[in-house]
């Protein structure tokens, strides 16, 4: 089965799975943007699927008008088509080009809110390019409930899971010892009860808002780690000092096995974001085994955080509640440890490979209907 997919750009969690994916049908990937520099990781051409960035002209950091989209629809043969979202210029006319050649395509969505803000017109232009697509693939009830806003037949949305870890993370997680837990503490000066949150310096990811919280949370003998981009890190010192904040500790971006041991070692993981349509950080916690406290604004809450399962949800205009549920998770030892339990069972099958079975299984209905 040949695959066309047109994403954004590459990333560390997009290029594994499409490492994966490509070993189960022929894929080719078409990026709009070339990948940030980071270096932390390096994208490669080499793995199971084929890349082609696509050239155009570009405005700022987005690609405004791309050219050769015609060409890769026109020219290969392809079974499957499949799109991420349709916001993009490289979307519509992707769109634009499937539905003059009468050609299927699916739209898969990495989340998404219905925006009640949005104006009649802008709402039916894009609905005019999702309600178009065969199938649809959706991570979780809020994504269906933007695609739905749009007009997507909902009986054609297929489920899956966009998910932080492969299956090799957890049968190959090296069990924290004790040693190693000190050891972390005490190179980065953090106190026996962690609070940690990888988060950008963002209004949209509600930083201010972190460390209000921190502020009403007022816990004894713990720290806040908060993991984000160093540029940011002389504002956000800044942002510390005027709130009299203490125990606060800052790190850049770290590689990702460390990230991973920090959250491991840390009570919870809180993202107060104001908007998020998934919410990889939550994910990524409890994919590690580590409760979380998150806003109602973040698409992944919606299906993997529920209140004293999984976590606590709050209202990112009550902060004190936050703070409350910081020391809920310190005083309540029982409720915690049920919690670690149900997120390491809900958990273990959330995984990239499940991800790529669903992808499979929809790839398989397209072809289908476009044999028809």
Not at 46 to 67: A, D, E, H, M, T
Not at 156 to 173: G, H, L, P, V, W
Request: hydrophobic share 40%.
């Amino acid at each position: 089965m040949k695959v066309f997919l047109l994403a954004d750009r590459p990333n560390r969690n997009g290029v594994e799975f499409w490492n994966l994916l490509g070993k189960q049908c022929d894929l080719t990937v078409a990026f709009e943007r070339y990948p940030e520099e980071n270096k932390l990781w390096e994208f490669s051409t080499v793995g199971n699927f084929k890349s082609v960035f696509l050239q155009g002209i570009s405005y700022g950091k987005k690609l405004n008008v791309p050219f050769g989209i015609g060409k890769l629809v026109n020219e290969n043969a392809y079974d499957v088509f499949v799109l991420e979202d349709c916001i993009t210029s490289a979307q519509k006319a992707s769109i634009k080009e499937l539905i003059f050649n009468r050609k299927k395509f699916l739209l898969a969505c990495e989340g998404g809110f219905p925006n009640p803000n949005e104006s009649d017109i802008a709402k039916r232009a894009k609905a005019s390019y999702i309600k178009n697509a065969c199938l649809y693939l959706s991570c979780g009830s809020a994504c269906d409930a933007y695609l739905g806003s749009y007009g997507a037949d909902m009986n054609k949305i297929i489920r899956y899971d966009y998910a932080a870890f492969s299956e090799k993370d957890y049968t190959q997680a090296t069990p924290m010892t004790e040693a190693r837990e000190q050891g972390l503490k005490r190179r980065y000066r953090l106190k026996d009860n962690i609070f940690i949150s990888t988060i950008h310096f963002s209004e949209k990811q509600g930083i201010d808002l972190l460390l209000e919280m921190w502020k009403f949370a007022g816990i004894q003998n713990a720290s806040l780690l908060i993991i984000s981009d160093a540029k940011a890190q002389k504002k956000l010192s800044k942002m510390v000092r005027s709130l009299a904040l203490n125990d606060v500790v800052m790190l850049d971006y770290q590689p990702l096995e460390l990230t991973r041991e920090l959250i491991r070692i840390s009570r919870a993981f809180i993202y107060p974001a104001r908007h998020d349509v998934w919410g990889m950080p939550v994910v990524e916690a409890l994919s590690c085994g580590v409760p979380v406290i998150s806003s109602y604004s973040t698409g992944a809450v919606h299906d993997l955080v529920i209140n004293n399962k999984t976590g606590f949800v709050r209202s990112i205009n009550e902060p004190i509640s936050w703070g409350e549920g910081m020391r809920e998770m310190l005083n309540r030892d029982i409720l915690y440890n049920k919690m670690k339990k149900e997120i390491i069972h809900s958990m273990r099958t959330f995984t990239i490979e499940s991800r790529v079975k669903s992808y499979i299984d929809a790839f398989r209905q397209c072809a289908i209907m476009q044999n028809k």
